[in-house]
């Protein structure tokens, strides 16, 4: 007996971080992962590792931005079953009185016209599987505010509200959509974009925090939620460290 063709699944921002690990987690469920994002390499060697692994992996540089990229990108896809929207980042911890115009354009480009465009452009394949799901990767920075947070903040509450009215809009679609709302995660590039680079500040953000999330403890929740039954929809997950209460009341042992 032959086994059945495996689901499709496309990860943005998949070269490293939440992306990579969240790639490596669907793939260990059984999904043929499409990698995207724009650094090649990293998409290259991730995909080689899964494949020694057994797993089925595709590479397609991607910049979410772009929509005439993002639409050629869909054209070539065959299916699609279920698309994580993870790409997306902080640039700057300014506040509102000083912070660069530039840097929230960026920011918005990224974490809401990026989930835009691939939404949209994925959105037919998605209905078409019969039994898709769209994941928004929002962060708790998507449902509360904090000093500094500025334009990221602002960013992920528009990356929140796209979810929450897609689904509005999507009612009797067979299309899922789910929001995985993270606080703290320690990645290797997540607080270093954000500091410009500033490998001391950026350090800072986790110091004495005893056991900040990690990107495959997000990545597992996002595989939990996607292999839920069709007719489970999860909404909202938010997860933080235990050592964190809020954006701003963090425990740190220092
Ligand atoms: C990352 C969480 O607290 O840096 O999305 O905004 S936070």
Redesign the pocket.
Known sequence: MSSPRPRTAVVTGASSGIGAATARRLAEAGFHVVLTARRTERLEALAEDLAKEGHSAAVRPLDVTDRTAVDAFAAELTECHVLVNNAGG?LGTETVAAADPADWRTMYETNVLGVLNVTQALLPALTASGDGTIVVM?????LAT?EG?GG??AA?HGAHVIAETLRLELNGQPVRVIEIA????RTEE??LT?FRGDAERAAA?YAGVAEPLTADDVADTVAWAVTRPSHVNVDLLVLRPRAQAS?SKVHREL
Not at 182 to 185: A, L, N, R
Request: proline share 5%; no cysteine; aromatic share 16%.
């Open positions: 902080a929002s962060s708790t920075a998507g904090y947070g990221y903040v992920k993270p606080g703290m995660v997540f607080a954000r953000v954006n």
